[in-house]
């Protein structure tokens, strides 16, 4: 049986960057979620199924999708969807049965897994939709299908009534076992229109503290957050489980990494853990050392509080001395105040303790800031002008979203620009680039985007970046490589030069760029 799995483009205004905010990282990574996926039909099913992934990039791309429709005909299509992809999922959907009007259309995500009983169904030409992991429910609809019998009871399928609406809040699919994983055959399944060379060299872009060219790989370490931020969608969608973290062993992880510095020449690793398991790739590290391999870049993402925590014990300094010299944090507290905007467990004074740490070790710290609604004009501007002032290498500034049925939408929801049950511009708006929430007598969205667009503009040529960077820079001589690619595009831009901004040109040795 002919299975394709699908992951579409975002909307035109992402991809072109006509929207408020433009991000510097693009949403063009490989779709590892869809490798998973038939990953576990393939172990599943075996030779009965013949998978092909597809991953859309922009416009041109649909059209390979629709040939490749009329030539294969594909029994099932199974798509990926995060919020903003709602509508493109829609889109493919229709262009699918328009085709082939028997093959079987499946959707599930981020979004699908949140919407809850009463809400409006948001898809079209969908046959089922799912919620939670997906695996368990996927495998009961492909062997359905393949002997040829409907599906009879799958309770994590959503139901709708004659006008669209949820009539019955299915159950979820429980996570699938990511321990189990063999990283190599997942990493070893083809996307039909892109290389895994097209992502290393064209789209995959992560810092690293190395003076070679970067290669950036991602791959699956760990499953599971033990925190419960109200904005996120996994309380939601796994209850209590949500908080079990799971991680692979780390010899497994450790022979991925070596068959993908082996095949590929990766020498970059992005971990797609919600939250690194720093102990885990402490272990990790030691299975590569016993196969020669001693240093190596791993990045991803981790609360300031674990930061804290590891360097207490002793562990933080031997990741670093190992490779581990990128980190993202998130700076979602005000900075001048005690309180915890998103409950997120941690304050301002462990944050400010990581930012120190995370110099005096040489670790690159990369940031978000997510705005918080409730500011009028002047407390956000204050809020920025303190972000100017912190010891990290970049801050993305993102605006407040409601990713619907979490805690955070049912607080915000009086307030919503738009309304998924009204206006399918939620889901194209629900990405962090638009201001999706408008408290009365607070900031407007066009006073938010003025504020951001102004800070992005500043924050580079600041003294207090500008002497960061030179401090970083004097420790830590590979960050060289990742600030002159920062620099780079400012410095065509600048009519004049401060006398600290000229020194630092000279410091990157990008004299010659001005």
């Known amino acids: 049986m002919n299975i394709f799995l699908v992951r579409p483009h975002p909307p035109i205004a992402i991809m072109a960057n006509s929207c408020p905010i433009p991000e510097a990282y693009k949403y063009n990574w490989q779709p ?44 099932v299509v199974i798509f990926s969807e995060i919020d903003i992809l709602v509508n493109e999922v829609n889109k493919l959907a229709v262009l699918t049965k328009k085709y082939l009007p028997k093959s079987w259309t499946i959707v599930g995500g981020k979004h699908t897994s949140l919407l809850q009983e009463g809400d409006l169904f948001p898809y079209e030409c969908i046959d089922f939709a799912i919620r939670g992991d997906g695996m368990i429910s996927l495998q009961q609809i492909i062997s ?45 399944l083809s996307i039909e229109n892109h290389t895994y060379e097209d992502y290393l060299e064209n789209h995959q872009f992560h810092p690293a503290l190395i003076f070679d060219k970067i290669r950036t790989a991602s791959l699956y370490a760990g499953s599971g957050c033990s925190y419960k931020c109200v904005f996120c969608q996994s309380p939601v969608e796994y ?26 020449q990766v020498n970059n690793i992005f971990s797609l853990e919600p939250n690194l398991n720093l102990k885990n790739w402490l272990e990790t590290y030691n299975c590569l050392e016993q196969q020669g391999i001693n240093q190596f870049a791993v990045s991803g993402f981790i609360r300031a509080a674990d930061i804290l925590s590891a360097n207490k014990q002793g562990i933080l300094v031997k990741l670093v001395n190992k490779g581990m010299r990128v980190l993202s944090v998130g700076l979602d507290i005000p900075l001048d105040a005690g309180k915890d905007i998103y409950r997120k467990s941690f304050s301002h004074k462990s944050l400010m303790e990581c930012l120190k740490i995370c110099e005096s070790l040489g670790i690159l710290l990369l940031a978000t800031f997510v705005g918080d609604p409730t500011y009028t004009y002047n407390e956000m501007q204050k809020q920025l002008d303190i972000l100017q002032e912190l010891p990290i290498a970049s801050i993305d500034i993102r605006l407040s979203i409601a990713l619907q049925g979490t805690e955070y939408y049912r607080k915000v929801s009086p307030w919503l620009v738009y309304r998924p049950e009204e206006n399918r511009n939620y889901f194209n708006h629900q990405n962090y680039r638009y201001q999706t929430i408008k408290i009365p007598g607070k900031i407007t969205p066009r006073q938010t985007y003025s504020l951001v667009n102004r800070f992005n503009e500043k924050f580079l040529l600041t003294d207090k970046h500008i002497d960061y960077v030179m401090r970083f820079i004097g420790k830590v001589p590979e960050a060289k490589v990742f600030f002159r690619s920062q620099y780079s595009p400012v410095i065509k831009k600048l009519v004049k030069m401060s006398p600290s901004f000229k020194e630092l040109v000279e410091l990157l040795g990008m004299e010659g760029n001005t």
């Open 32 to 75: 590892m979620g869809l490798k998973y996926i038939g990953y576990n039909l393939k172990q599943a099913f075996k030779d009965d199924l013949d998978i092909k992934i597809w991953h859309l990039m922009n416009f041109q791309e649909d059209v390979l999708f629709e040939n490749a429709l009329r030539t294969y005909k594909p029994e």
């Open 144 to 188: 359905a299908r393949l002997s040829g019998n409907p599906l009879v009871d799958c309770p994590s399928v959503l139901k709708v009534d004659n006008q669209s609406k949820l009539i019955s809040s299915a159950g979820y699919d429980s996570r699938s076992d990511i321990v189990a994983i063999d990283g190599i055959l997942l990493q070893s």
């Open 239 to 264: 209850g209590q489980e949500s908080q079990i973290v799971k991680v692979r062993p780390p010899e497994k992880i450790a022979q991925e990494i070596c068959w993908l510095v082996k095949t590929h």
